[in-house]
């Protein structure tokens, strides 16, 4: 078996290396002059299995192209069989046509990765719907027990409400709130543009009580933000915490988030996150230990 990864979450890759004990395949990645991504496999790879972690959040387009590089350099080369192991599938959020004349971004980057990889493994996909978008077998994961794990000790069913803070965050809410034994609420979410939300209403008990917001992601933070406003009008406590298995946090999102008295975020490292710079509590939960034990698995029993 063999391991390789691009270069968009090098502290995962470590993470999954020290725990698996396992040294990386030799592999060359560099940027020409003109930004094109160059990549030579320099491991003998023929007739083996090989995994390739890289996440294709932001750069998304370099991620993701650096990606199927490395898959093309392993098939070139000869290896058995090529699994991409993408815990942030980047693209996600386009999985229909939202507009007459629109694109379906997520089925375009599904048929990319199928031409290059044998299989893919997943991490909490924006809807599990995106699985059919691949005509390649999919492991698809959930970060859900990590990130509830990182929550319980601190919860109580008296004070606490989960918090779906858009429709399309309903199931994923239902889930944590069964987990975490919490009564649930939701909110209605319109979009303005990509960074612009304005929160409908509020359905559910939330007066009183310390809202946790659940979400599959954390971009810009204009979500979270729509929804903290919402949740105060309709009386609730500050939030008592934020969780999304994907922190994107572009565009200033954790300043967006500092004076909303969140008293903790929380998300994954399925992207490359440095938690010391936040002006908010901002926790990482891992996700190491799950990636590993799913190649093990893979590796045991294909
Ligand atoms: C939307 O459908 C997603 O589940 C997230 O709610 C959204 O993408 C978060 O983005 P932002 O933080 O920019 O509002």
Redesign the pocket.
């Known amino acids: 078996m063999l391991f390789f990864s691009g270069r968009a979450n090098p502290e995962l890759s470590d993470r999954i290396k020290r725990i698996m004990n396992i040294t990386p395949g030799r592999c060359r990645i560099d940027n020409f002059p003109d930004g094109e991504i160059g990549v030579v496999i320099e491991e003998d790879v023929m007739g083996r299995e090989v995994f390739i972690l890289q996440p294709t959040g932001p750069p998304v387009a370099d991620n993701l192209l650096e990606l199927l590089l490395l898959g093309d350099g392993c098939r070139r080369s000869g290896a058995a069989r090529i699994t991409a192991l993408v815990p942030y599938f980047g693209y996600g959020?386009q999985d229909r046509k939202a507009l007459h004349g629109g694109t379906v971004g997520a089925r375009l980057a599904a048929d990319l990765l199928a031409q290059r990889f044998d299989r893919l493994v997943v991490v909490d996909l924006?809807s599990p719907a995106i699985e059919g978008f691949f005509s390649i077998p999919v492991v698809h994961l959930s970060a859900a027990n990590i990130l509830a794990h990182a929550l319980a000790a601190d919860l109580s069913n008296q004070t606490d409400v989960l918090v779906a803070?858009?429709l399309?965050?309903v199931k994923l809410a239902r889930n944590y709130a069964d987990l975490l034994q919490l009564p649930m609420a939701f909110i209605h979410k319109e979009r303005l543009d990509g960074?612009e939300?304005v929160a409908r209403d509020v359905i559910g008990a939330v007066k009183n009580r310390r809202p946790i917001i659940v979400?599959?992601?954390?971009?810009?933070?204009?979500?979270?933000v729509s929804a903290v406003e919402a949740l105060r009008q309709n009386g609730s406590r500050p939030p008592l915490a934020v969780i999304a298995t994907h922190g994107l946090l572009v565009d200033d999102?954790l300043n967006r988030l500092a004076p909303l008295g969140i008293e903790r975020v929380v998300v994954t490292n399925s992207l490359s996150i440095k938690p010391e710079d936040s002006p908010v509590r901002l926790e990482v939960a891992d996700l190491a230990e799950l990636l590993a034990g799913c190649i093990h698995h893979l590796f045991r029993n294909n």
Not at 215 to 224: A, H, N, P, R
């Open positions: 959020r924006h803070p858009d399309g965050a960074s939300v979400d599959d992601m954390i971009s810009t933070g204009g979500t979270i999102a």
